[in-house]
């Protein structure tokens, strides 16, 4: 048993935007401050109850409109602009951890809705109902059409222009899916832009974790359930190790996943925090030491 190795992934856990957010919070509940979130800061419930516990509280948009005179912190995910005349009709001080890649993408959709002249369908390649979706659907007043996979290429017009954008972790595979799939149906007069606005260091990820996994007998991903990324990621090492494991945290782990693994790596989402990671390596050290 002695000759198992337990490897943590070095380049998993919290992209940019999600340490940037949690640093925020973390700066204003130091100075004692009443802080709420617009939904959990991350699409962990382990960083969530650790937060929690600092004094940070989850609202929602029903909880946003009766709050008065307090301060609310918008995620990395970002908001559409409703939330922010909200805020300012109740005098609510917004600590905007919005990430500069998703803020670029808003921005880059609302000149594009308010420019002059005929307007495109716009379209997202994105999850329904995502926060940061929803914020980008908020900047076309709510007409851009969201789009999960081919099959929902059937809501387009093809007879009319379209522009299309993506949720910026959704994988780079998919979106080039989508690109040649509308380029075989649209209409021959009509114009096709397309902008691959997929942040780089969430698709970065996935040619190293495919490698990562690939070289390990026993893999646990870990990552929280509401995590987009996490799936797209667990997939993508599963594809390559079949003996991979998804995971919340160390005390989802079987120990009969470990039998007769000499490496045994742990990795996760861009919102999955190092501090977990670690305990379920601590927690797998401990079963092999104990088996």
């Known amino acids: 048993m002695s000759a198992v190795t337990v490897e943590i992934d070095r380049e998993s ?5 999600v340490v940037t957010a949690i640093r925020k919070a973390e700066e ?16 962990n419930s382990d960083e969530v109850d650790r937060l929690r516990n600092k004094g940070l509280t989850t609202i929602t948009h029903a909880d946003l409109a009766k709050l008065r005179n307090t301060k609310v912190l918008l995620r990395a995910h970002g908001e559409p602009p409703a939330t922010y005349a909200t805020a300012h009709d109740n005098g609510i001080e917004i600590i905007d951890a919005t990430c500069p890649v998703v803020l670029r993408l808003q921005r880059r959709i609302k000149e594009r809705f308010d420019a002059p002249g005929p307007k495109p369908q716009i379209v997202i390649y994105g999850k329904h109902g995502h926060a940061e979706v929803n914020g980008l659907v908020g900047q076309t007043e709510g007409s851009a059409i969201v ?48 902008f691959d606005t997929i942040c780089r260091q969430v698709s970065n990820r996935t040619e190293h974790l495919r490698t990562f996994a690939g070289g390990k007998d026993v893999v646990l991903f870990v990552a929280g359930t509401k995590s987009s990324n996490g799936k797209i990621l667990y ?16 005390s989802e782990v079987d120990p009969s996943w470990l039998a007769g693994a000499g490496t045994i790596g742990v990795c996760g989402a861009t919102s999955t925090p190092r501090w977990l990671m670690e305990r379920v390596r601590d ?3 401990r079963l092999i030491a104990n088996g």
């Open 147 to 194: 789009i999960e996979d081919i099959d929902g290429l059937d809501a387009l017009d093809f007879s009319r222009d379209i522009a299309l954008y993506s949720q910026t972790t959704k994988s780079l595979e998919g979106f080039r899916a989508i690109i040649a799939e509308i380029e075989r149906r649209k209409s021959p007069d009509t114009s096709f832009e397309y």
């Open 28 to 43: 204003e509940l130091a100075r004692g401050a009443e802080l709420y979130c617009l939904g959990d800061i991350v699409h």
């Open 13 to 17: 856990g919290f992209c940019f935007g």
């Open 235 to 250: 997939d993508n090492c599963r594809a390559v190790n079949p003996n991979t494991h998804l995971i919340a945290n160390e």
């Open 283 to 285: 927690a797998v050290e």
